[in-house]
């Protein structure tokens, strides 16, 4: 299932995913379960200001080898499938109607 939108970037260190529209996760678990796992993110709602914080993820991946961040996404891909869920009304995934091609990469 498809959890995560990546936000656009062409520089840094780091790479911001939202959380899709409907996906309902409690992402501070979602966290502690990845670092569980080995795989350390932060919230995107501590770098945000103001009264409603997006609710996504900062990926860090300038401090691990090029060959872990595959492993990575992957042990998140199963912290978010086992603490988040869709949204009631929300389409089967792959059955949204959007296309990826254009959306770049999917965090699942």
Same mark, same amino acid.
């Given at each position: 299932?498809?959890?995560?939108?990546?936000?656009?970037?062409?520089?840094?260190?780091?790479?911001?995913?939202?959380?899709r529209p409907e996906v309902s996760a409690d992402l501070d678990r979602v966290l502690d379960r990845a670092r569980e796992s080995g795989v350390a993110a932060e919230s995107l709602a501590?770098?945000? /200001?103001?009264?409603? &914080?997006? !609710?996504?993820? +900062?990926?860090?991946? %300038?401090?691990?080898?090029?060959?872990?961040?595959?492993?990575?996404?992957?042990?998140?891909?199963?912290?978010?499938?086992?603490? /988040?869920?869709?949204? &009631?009304? !929300?389409?089967? +995934?792959?059955?949204? %109607?959007?296309?990826?091609?254009?959306?770049?990469?999917?965090?699942?």
């Amino acid at each position: 299932a498809d959890w995560l939108d990546p936000v656009p970037s062409i520089a840094g260190l780091h790479l911001c995913a939202l959380l899709r529209p409907e996906v309902s996760a409690d992402l501070d678990r979602v966290l502690d379960r990845a670092r569980e796992s080995g795989v350390a993110a932060e919230s995107l709602a501590a770098y945000c /200001a103001g009264e409603r &914080p997006r !609710a996504g993820l +900062v990926l860090g991946y %300038g401090a691990i080898r090029a060959e872990q961040v595959a492993e990575g996404l992957r042990l998140l891909g199963r912290c978010l499938e086992s603490l /988040a869920e869709r949204k &009631p009304g !929300a389409a089967p +995934v792959g059955q949204e %109607g959007r296309s990826t091609s254009s959306r770049g990469p999917r965090f699942n």
